[in-house]
């Protein structure tokens, strides 16, 4: 729905929170969020 691949999207976020991210930066780890980055370092 959000144009991601759901493997990779859940990889990055297990990642992400299992090294430490924040909780005040929740927005960040949503798939929207997730498409822009990855779109954005392609």
């Given at each position: 729905m959000n144009g991601v691949e759901p493997y990779a999207?859940?990889?990055?976020?297990f990642i992400?929170?299992?090294n430490g991210h924040l909780a005040k930066d929740?927005?960040?780890?949503?798939?929207?969020?997730y498409a822009q980055r990855i779109s954005t370092s392609e």
């Open positions: 999207y859940l990889r990055d976020l992400s929170l299992a929740l927005d960040a780890l949503m798939p929207w969020a």
